[in-house]
């Protein structure tokens, strides 16, 4: 039987797992855009959004969840719980009130079993086990020596009518489990704020409900014979199979000589014949069938696994408590001198369940918990769709082509010429800006300059005629050297720049001075034009770089007269 029980949760499992993986998933993911998942009570809402009268959107309508679960139910009381016990199930429905609450209403059915592998003494005072013919009931069918209505006081124990009398027996139970919570629950992780989502939902919660209840237990057989010879032989030993010692360690050995039997005597059948004791066995209006209401608690953590957005599997863990201490049918202390003792706490049970959940609603987004309600925020942020933007204004004070926020000299004279930074060119760097200067290239050896700009040249390096009879011109340098170009280009290389810096160093130290620059290209129009685009390129290197003034520059071409990549640099 219980292999045929594993079977079907395993078969039920399977079939969970395979509807999941062949879900057509909902395409509909949540659009803070999208008014058609919003209520009609929150429409005003999300008008003043879209006109940008309000910060926050509407919250949209978002599905229920049902859905069902097999479970185990395991007690937490005086007797030892056997785990698992099958078949259980719940079923639910539940619904988000915001992103991390949301109320859930659960009904559990389910049976809880025990056996006690120790045994006790106190049966005594228990009705399941010892008859009470004053009982409004009736006595049960097994009946154990050494009851309070067995002659010899309550205290006492009288073996008289038992062949085989022992003075203990293996406490057990079956409880049939109904349960009716309303239960509220939080979902921890899906504000969520370096990812979108996530494929799981975690959440813990609690509630309150109503549990009835209804507990038998097995006193004997199924003919109306008790356990007498069977506790006995584990107690005492039969024959020549000796005694069980009750230690921790046997605990096993015990539960199976229960269940199996012992020293050729049968194990225990699975009656549960007898109606365990509760505060119901003192209203005689109720029969076999009786059942015992008591209000409870409920705490629980879960996680589910999402397949869709439809569908998730649940695996969840509950604890229940009930205010009662009869939920096992043993409420007694073990054996003590004087008047019998009664245990102290109350009974729970727990509910390890795994299930499977769908989300029904048509015009609405999935449950608020496996939604981030960051999204719209972070989506917002990065592509921006709603936000209000002012139209730009840049000012441009002095109409010099930069704006205000950017200008260094916010007060440039109308048709100044500036930089990127609206700062007045001065070309040479002499100081006078551009506009102002006189002389807009003026040599460095020929500053600092004067209010318009204009330099102060030295004399140049010669002898007075007086003093030697030398023509100025002859101080001139003559020892200029030659650039060079590669092939058919006109780019200058970094050699040939360094010759031409040599080049200007000269002219620099010698201001009166001039120089020719001679190519020699070939006779046709393309050689020509590609000598006259690399005098250019010369000339326009000493003067906008170096600093040349372009008057003390010439030009000149020899056809044939040397190598057409060679030009000479002559003293002018």
């Known amino acids: 039987m219980s292999s045929k029980k594993y079977k079907l949760m395993l078969l039920t499992l399977c079939t969970f797992l395979a509807i999941g993986t062949f879900a057509q998933k909902n395409t509909s993911v949540y659009d803070v855009y999208d008014s058609a998942v919003i209520t009609k009570k929150g429409q005003p809402q999300q008008n003043e959004f879209w006109n940008n009268h309000y910060d926050f959107p509407a919250k949209p309508r978002n599905q229920w969840e049902i859905g069902a679960s097999l479970s185990t139910i395991t ?36 049976i809880a079993k025990g056996l006690n592998w120790n045994p006790s003494d106190n049966y005594r005072y228990n009705s399941a086990w010892v008859a009470d013919p004053n009982s409004p009931f009736g006595p049960n069918k097994t009946l154990y020596v050494g009851g309070p209505n067995a ?21 057990n139970y079956k409880t049939l489990i109904n349960d009716l919570s309303l239960e509220g629950l939080i979902t921890l992780n899906n504000i969520r704020f ?22 038998t237990v097995n006193a004997g057989r199924d003919d109306g014979t008790n356990y007498n010879t069977l506790f006995s032989a584990i107690l005492n030993g039969v024959g020549s199979t000796p005694a069980i010692p009750i230690t921790y360690d046997n605990r096993s ?55 869709s957005n439809r569908i998730n599997l649940q695996l969840e863990d509950r604890q229940t408590f009930v205010k009662t201490d009869l939920l096992d049918g043993q409420r007694w202390a073990e054996q003590v001198a004087g008047s019998p003792v009664l245990t102290p706490d109350y009974d729970s049970y727990n509910v390890l369940s795994l299930g499977i ?16 309600p960051l999204d719209y925020a972070y989506s917002e942020l990065n ?8 139209k730009p204004k840049f000012d441009d004070a002095d109409g010099d082509g930069v704006v205000d926020q950017l200008d260094k000299e916010p007060n440039t004279p109308a048709g100044a010429p500036v930089d990127t930074h609206g700062v007045s060119r001065d070309t040479d760097g002499d100081g006078v800006p551009d506009y102002k200067d006189k002389q807009l290239i003026t040599p460095t050896e020929c500053q600092p300059v004067d209010a318009d700009g204009v330099g102060k040249c030295p004399p140049p390096p ?20 030659s650039v060079s170009f590669k092939g058919n280009g006109i780019g200058l290389s970094g050699d040939a720049k360094a010759l031409l810096a040599t080049v200007a160093a000269k002219m620099k130290e010698s201001p009166d001075c001039s120089v020719k620059i001679v190519g ?3 006779a046709s129009k393309a050689r020509q034009s590609l000598a006259d685009k690399r005098l250019a390129a010369i000339t326009k290197y000493l003067v906008e770089t170096l600093g040349i003034s372009a008057d003390r520059i010439t030009t000149d071409k020899v056809i044939g007269g040397g190598d057409e990549g060679t030009f000479d640099i002559k003293s002018n």
Request: include cysteine.
């Open 520 to 522: 020699y290209p070939g």
């Open 462 to 481: 010669c002898c007075d005629s007086l003093k030697g009879g030398f023509n100025p011109k002859n101080a001139c340098p003559t020892d200029y050297p």
């Open 194 to 215: 370096h990812k979108q989502k996530t494929g799981f939902n975690i959440y813990a919660g609690g509630g309150i409900g109503l549990t009835w209840y209804h507990a």
């Open 75 to 110: 007690e937490s009381s005086d007797i030892p719980s056997v785990f698992p016990t099958l078949p259980s199930f719940e079923v639910h429905v539940r619904k988000a009130l915001g992103y991390v609450f949301s109320l859930r209403l659960q009904y559990t059915r389910g």
């Open 357 to 372: 959940n769908f989300n029904l609603g048509g015009k609405a987004v999935e449950p608020l918990y496996w939604l981030n």
């Open 151 to 171: 002659g010899g006081g309550i205290d006492s124990y009288n073996p008289a009518g038992s062949s085989n009398p022992v003075n203990h027996v293996f406490y």
């Open 383 to 390: 592509n921006p769709k709603h936000m209000n933007f002012p």
């Open 253 to 307: 050995k015990i539960i199976d000589a229960l269940k199996n039997g012992y020293g050729g005597i049968p194990g225990m059948d699975n009656t549960y014949e007898s109606r365990a004791e509760s505060e119901a066995s003192r209203r005689p209006t109720q029969g076999d069938g009786y059942y015992t209401l008591k209000p409870s608690g409920t705490v629980l953590v879960g996680i589910a696994y999402k397949l």
